[in-house]
């Protein structure tokens, strides 16, 4: 809350440009100044001041309110509770679909999907309420240039063929994603802190992040002497600055994630890095040595940004073409599982397929393994070096 504009402090015009002038833009800014020093950038006697500071301290307070009133306006007003996934079974499961004012990441090796989910929910955001939409434009910050505006384009048309059906509400939906590209921490960090105003001026109502893990693991390599902190640091700063945006606007916040490969030794091995049967390997535990270890395929960026996120979708392959979904981490839904396609229309789930044979890790998302490959990809020689225990069944490729 103290990241709140003094715009919307309700502070006069000229006193919010006069402190802009001394960089004064934020509650945090204000509050952090001393009785002096505000007298002096405000040009305001010392009562005055105190009346201000009170003015901006109940301002960016979080205000208190009882369970009943959160339900009552989530009652009166569906649409500002959750963004419809058009996945029914998903938004049966999760009570809407995906919630506004929290985060949400969705987590995959490559090539499971994550920016076609992006995309796709890119086009619903823009929707008329009416059609389960927020009816407002979207931010979408593009880390690693997957972003295509003819993706995008096809999947609207496939998905809403009767809904756009002129190319003026084609244009009307494209102009509302705002697209950035930045492909540095401190470049996506700037963005996140300047968002606030863009989403009152632009009518914002969903923010992306595409990924978040790609720029932070190119900067930081945890093995270097204070990196780990810094690290962090970042994350829980963004974090921090998310969550208040999509509390206070009551907006949803989608933020994509990689994999890692965790063995029993201690070590962590960039999973998306790594080729699909090297990734195997490591996960069935292969060694130099020849002994095998023990390990799985989990979300990036470590156990303290799991629990930074609400909701935890992980997106993993099973028999070509079909691919799995899994609800791992949700204040509402249980674990889940579902099979989907990729289609022109994005993602399509393929709800009467038997969904048998699934693991949950124990009660921790952070842990939960990812399958990186298809079982109908592998090799036949590294299915012979496997112990007798792991090769007996197919199914239980599905752990990695």
Same mark, same amino acid.
């Given at each position: 809350?103290?990241?709140?504009?003094?715009?919307?402090?309700?502070?006069?015009?000229?006193?919010?440009?006069?402190?802009?002038?001394?960089?004064?833009?934020?509650?945090?800014?204000?509050?952090?100044?001393?009785?002096?020093?505000?007298?002096?950038?405000?040009?305001?006697?010392?009562?005055?001041?105190?009346?201000?500071?009170?003015?901006?301290?109940?301002?960016?307070?979080?205000?208190?309110?009882?369970?009943?009133?959160?339900?009552?306006?989530?009652?009166?007003?569906?649409?500002?509770?959750?963004?419809?996934?058009?996945?029914?079974?998903?938004?049966?499961?999760?009570?809407?679909?995906?919630?506004?004012?929290?985060?949400?990441?969705?987590?995959?090796?490559?090539?499971?999907?994550?920016?076609?989910?992006?995309?796709?929910?890119?086009?619903?955001?823009?929707?008329?309420?009416?059609?389960?939409?927020?009816? +407002?434009?979207? /931010?979408?910050? !593009?880390?690693? =240039?997957?972003?295509?505006?003819?993706? #995008?384009? *096809?999947? &609207?048309?496939?998905?809403?063929?009767?809904?756009?059906?002129?190319?003026?509400?084609?244009?009307?939906?494209?102009?509302?994603?705002?697209?950035?590209?930045?492909?540095?921490?401190?470049?996506?960090?700037?963005?996140?802190?300047?968002?606030?105003?863009?989403?009152?001026?632009?009518?914002?109502?969903?923010?992306?992040?595409?990924?978040?893990?790609?720029?932070?693991?190119?900067?930081?390599?945890?093995?270097?002497?204070?990196?780990?902190?810094?690290?962090?640091?970042?994350?829980?700063?963004?974090?921090?600055?998310?969550?208040?945006?999509?509390?206070?606007?009551?907006?949803?916040?989608?933020?994509?994630?990689?994999?890692?490969?965790?063995?029993?030794? +201690?070590?962590? /091995?960039?999973? !998306?890095?790594? =080729?699909?049967?090297?990734?195997?390997? #490591?996960? *069935?535990? &292969?060694?130099?040595?020849?002994?095998?270890?023990?390990?799985?395929?989990?979300?990036?960026?470590?156990?303290?940004?799991?629990?930074?996120?609400?909701?935890?979708?992980?997106?993993?392959?099973?028999?070509?073409?079909?691919?799995?979904?899994?609800?791992?981490?949700?204040?509402?839904?249980?674990?889940?599982?579902?099979?989907?396609?990729?289609?022109?229309?994005?993602?399509?789930?393929?709800?009467?397929?038997?969904?048998?044979?699934?693991?949950?890790?124990?009660?921790?998302?952070?842990?939960?393994?990812?399958?990186?490959?298809?079982?109908?990809?592998?090799?036949?020689?590294?299915?012979?070096?496997?112990?007798?225990?792991?090769?007996?069944?197919?199914?239980?490729?599905?752990?990695?």
């Amino acid at each position: 809350m103290a990241a709140k504009k003094l715009r919307r402090a309700r502070l006069s015009q000229e006193l919010c440009e006069r402190l802009s002038r001394h960089q004064i833009t934020t509650c945090q800014d204000f509050l952090c100044l001393s009785l002096l020093e505000l007298m002096k950038v405000t040009g305001q006697n010392y009562y005055d001041v105190q009346k201000l500071l009170c003015k901006v301290s109940r301002a960016c307070a979080p205000k208190m309110q009882t369970a009943y009133e959160m339900k009552l306006r989530k009652s009166v007003n569906p649409s500002s509770a959750f963004l419809s996934t058009t996945l029914h079974s998903l938004d049966k499961v999760l009570h809407g679909g995906v919630p506004c004012g929290s985060l949400t990441e969705i987590t995959s090796p490559p090539g499971c999907g994550k920016t076609q989910f992006c995309i796709m929910m890119s086009v619903l955001a823009t929707l008329p309420v009416s059609m389960g939409g927020l009816d +407002g434009a979207v /931010i979408y910050i !593009d880390t690693e =240039s997957a972003f295509s505006a003819e993706r #995008l384009i *096809e999947i &609207a048309g496939n998905r809403f063929p009767a809904y756009f059906d002129s190319d003026e509400k084609v244009f009307c939906m494209t102009r509302s994603i705002h697209l950035y590209r930045e492909l540095t921490c401190g470049s996506v960090l700037k963005r996140i802190m300047s968002l606030e105003e863009e989403i009152i001026s632009k009518k914002v109502k969903l923010i992306i992040i595409d990924s978040v893990a790609s720029v932070v693991r190119k900067e930081f390599d945890t093995k270097l002497q204070g990196n780990l902190a810094e690290r962090s640091n970042f994350l829980a700063r963004g974090a921090s600055m998310l969550k208040y945006l999509a509390e206070e606007f009551s907006i949803p916040v989608i933020l994509t994630n990689q994999i890692t490969t965790s063995l029993s030794n +201690g070590l962590a /091995i960039q999973a !998306d890095l790594v =080729s699909p049967a090297d990734d195997l390997s #490591l996960s *069935e535990g &292969a060694s130099g040595s020849g002994k095998r270890e023990s390990g799985c395929v989990t979300a990036a960026l470590g156990n303290t940004w799991s629990h930074s996120v609400n909701t935890r979708l992980i997106l993993q392959y099973h028999d070509l073409p079909i691919r799995q979904l899994l609800v791992p981490k949700s204040p509402v839904a249980p674990f889940s599982a579902f099979f989907y396609t990729i289609e022109k229309s994005g993602l399509v789930l393929q709800d009467g397929k038997d969904q048998t044979n699934l693991t949950w890790e124990g009660t921790n998302p952070a842990l939960q393994t990812i399958q990186v490959r298809n079982t109908a990809l592998k090799d036949t020689s590294l299915d012979a070096a496997l112990p007798s225990t792991i090769g007996e069944t197919p199914n239980n490729t599905s752990n990695l």
